[in-house]
């Protein structure tokens, strides 16, 4: 299976934050992966959705407002819902550590705080994406 | 400035300097780079003499302050005056806990006020609605109607203070909730000082905090302008803001650029709506970046201020010298702050601080140094301000006006910020201005080349920034940063609903029902938004009226 790794970059909740998204998107783009950018304002039920329909192998979500222990567990809880508990689920964004055991918890596999460099996330993608 | 004769030998001097002195030491000893490049991309030389600003003309170009063009400052005596408005902006999880950290703020010296708000609010949501779930209180205190205000401001006067508020999209039903609790302190308008951001079309470009379509956004906004000519005269109807266009990643000279083509589509949409230039526009203002660049950012604040001065006389031919003045608000750099050993952003900050005071600043934030890892704490704040404070009171760069004129490279420097600014701005004329431009996707994506660029930089190794990719350490994670409690949202959700219970909702209903008349013709919408609030109609309410008349904006999503 040859085909390209397809990533959903998206920005759940009402932050506009999204240059590092978009920084971080461009940089797998140029790194040969195909990517999908939600833009801003998100629910979790549209970014679960998109990324079933999209069959991506992985939704990188960015937060900087605060809301991620929130947010970021619903897309993962919604995907398990929608049959997509394959896809590789990350996040990034001004996240205090103390709330990152809490997400690893609730399925997101990694959090990229900033000062992250791009290569970092993108290598983590290639090597835990769940496909043969 | 110099005569030819001068400039002449003196280019022969320094032409022989180079063949013989530098010549001599590099080919001992290369230089730290083979080219010096500013974060906007052109290069910066080795030195600058009288010959890189040999057209440069005093009383043309720089003149007094307090004189067109504004070169120098829009005040005649600067802080030798009053030193600028030091100016936190905060806010987080209830009105009552917000109120707290204002009055510590104020006894700690602090000058304004500036209000931060939640997601929520800035999008003209209820803390009840879905989408406003886990935003409640977040990144500023949740307001959902005239209640939460009252609480905000209580037993602080509004005829005292100056309050900033940093709202857009329902800027107007912000205001409109200030000017009722006013009142209700016995203060009438015409007393209120403070400002709205207002500033809708850098939120399409780079904050994302936008409800409206761009059409009835600046209906709105000029509506604003209209009504606080009127009744709100001390009023900053806008600040024009740059700040988020530099925080999103743009250059020095896209953030002049940017901004200044808003602020000439907020004119332009005004005179087209019948108001007088001299009516409105000394009432707007500006609000720009301080990152690290400390030589480059003086020069594009005083670039920023000779390019409005020379747009507003010529192009729209302002006759009040107030149109003509760029007076602005400055924040330091957030995106320049790192997570890792941050203690080190208090030294940035102040670097930045000194940018902003030596470029002319009539308001100040500085960050607090735990920013990229969560809201400041009160003792993080506490440093913020008193690194203002060290500036203003012990470095005495605050005792003569604009000390940096003059020097070659700072000369130089503005000359060229604001051609290069200028060019820009005659592009975005020719695509129809900065709505067109918006809507085509140019100026977002010049923003995201330049923030691109930078990241790479950085990523090679090319930009250093301390203690992130050179000079790093092992680090245990931070303590003692603010949280904000879950249960801001389920208190939120209560108080609406007992607000519910007790007020007239029959008087309500109608305050709305007018509201929606008047957004489907063509009057002003203030009063109708004043009515309203003092009904205690919700702001979800409100926005949601207007958003049944005016619809959303859709983003165009550029990657």
């Known amino acids: 299976m040859n085909r390209p790794i397809r990533v959903l970059v998206a920005k759940p909740g009402l932050d506009g934050h999204d240059r590092g998204a978009k920084v971080v998107a461009r940089a797998m783009r140029d790194a040969g992966m195909e990517v999908i950018y939600t833009g801003l304002r998100q629910t979790p039920e549209q970014i679960a959705e998109a990324a079933i329909q999209e069959d991506v192998d ?75 | 400035m110099y005569n030819k004769e001068k400039l002449e030998a003196l280019k022969a001097e320094r032409q022989k300097w180079e063949e013989t002195e530098i010549a001599k030491v590099l080919t001992k000893k290369p230089e730290r780079k083979e080219k010096f490049l500013s974060t906007s991309g052109y290069e910066v030389k080795r030195l600058y003499t009288p010959e890189d600003i040999e057209d440069l003309d005093y009383s043309r170009d720089l003149s007094f302050p307090g004189e067109y063009p504004f070169t120098r400052g829009v005040q005649p005596t600067m802080y030798r005056g009053k030193l600028w408005t030091m ?102 308008s015409d007393k209120l000082s ?46 024009i803001s740059g700040y988020h266009i530099r925080e999103a990643g743009s250059t020095a000279v896209q953030e002049v650029a940017f901004t200044l083509a808003d602020g000439i589509a907020y004119v332009e949409a005004a005179i087209k709506a019948g108001l007088d230039v001299d009516e409105f526009a000394p009432r707007l203002s500006f609000f720009f970046n301080a990152h690290n660049d400390l030589l480059e950012e003086v020069a594009k604040f005083r670039a920023a201020r000779r390019l409005w001065a020379k747009i507003m006389k010529e192009r729209f ?3 009040d010298p107030r149109s003509m003045m760029l007076r602005f608000h400055t924040q330091t750099g957030g995106s320049t702050l790192t997570a890792q050993q941050p203690d ?47 500036v203003a009171y012990e470095s005495g760069v605050a005792d003569t006006i604009d000390p940096l004129a003059g020097s070659y490279y700072v000369e130089s420097l503005t000359n060229e910020i604001e051609k290069r600014a200028a060019e820009y701005i ?28 930078y990241q790479q930089e950085v990523e090679r190794g090319e930009r250093i920034v301390v203690g992130m990719n050179k000079f790093q350490i092992k680090e245990s994670a931070p303590k003692g940063l603010l949280k904000v409690d879950p249960a801001v949202g389920e208190l939120q959700k209560q108080k609406l609903k007992a607000l519910k219970a007790e007020r007239d909702n029959i008087k309500v ?32 309410e409100i926005c949601g009226v207007l958003r049944e008349v005016f619809g959303e904006y859709q983003q165009s999503v550029i990657l």
């Open chain 1, 58 to 132: 992985c939704v990188a979500m960015s937060i900087l407002s605060g809301a991620h222990n929130y947010l970021f567990p619903k897309v993962v809880q919604l995907l398990k819902e929608k049959g997509g508990e394959d896809i590789l689920v990350i996040g990034g964004g001004v996240i205090p550590e103390e709330d990152i055991p809490g997400l690893k918890e609730a399925g997101i596999a990694e959090i990229f705080t900033p000062g992250t460099p791009t290569s970092v996330t993108i290598e983590f993608i290639k090597n835990n994406i769940k496909r043969n």
């Open chain 2, 87 to 188: 100016r936190q902006y905060a806010g987080f999880a209830t009105a009552e806990e917000s109120n707290k950290r204002y009055k510590y703020l104020l006894e700690q010296g602090q000058t304004g006020l500036s209000v931060a708000f939640d997601l929520p609010t800035q999008i003209g949501y209820d803390s009840d609605h879905p989408l406003a779930e886990g935003e409640v209180g977040k990144v500023g205190v949740a307001i959902d109607s005239l209640k939460d205000m009252e609480i905000l401001f209580d037993g602080i006067p509004l005829d005292k203070v100056s309050t900033s508020m940093t709202i857009n999209a329902p800027a107007a039903v912000l205001l409109a909730m200030y000017i009722a609790v006013a009142e209700k302190q016995g203060v009438s």
């Open chain 2, 194 to 239: 403070g400002t709205i951001q207002n500033d809708i079309l850098k939120e399409y470009i780079a904050r994302g905090t936008y409800i409206f379509p761009i059409e009835p956004s600046m209906r709105l906004i000029t509506n604003i302008f209209e009504y606080c000519a009127k009744y709100v005269p001390k009023w900053n109807t806008i600040s």
């Open chain 2, 317 to 319: 031919n302002a006759k």
């Open chain 2, 344 to 390: 080190n952003n208090i030294v940035r900050v102040a670097i930045q601080t000194l940018a902003a005071v030596l470029g002319g600043t009539q308001s100040l934030h500085t960050n607090s140094r735990d920013e990229a890892l969560a809201l400041p704490t009160e003792d993080s704040v506490r440093i913020a301000l008193r690194t203002q404070q060290i």
């Open chain 2, 426 to 453: 005659a592009k975005i004329d020719e695509m129809g201005g900065a709505p067109k431009a918006i809507e085509r996707g140019y100026i977002q994506q010049e923003i995201q080349d330049s923030a691109y660029k």
């Open chain 2, 509 to 540: 209903q109608e305050s709305l029902e007018a509201l929606r008349k008047a957004a489907e013709g063509d009057d002003n919408l203030m009063p109708y938004i004043l009515t309203a609030v003092k009904q205690y109609a919700t702001l979800g």
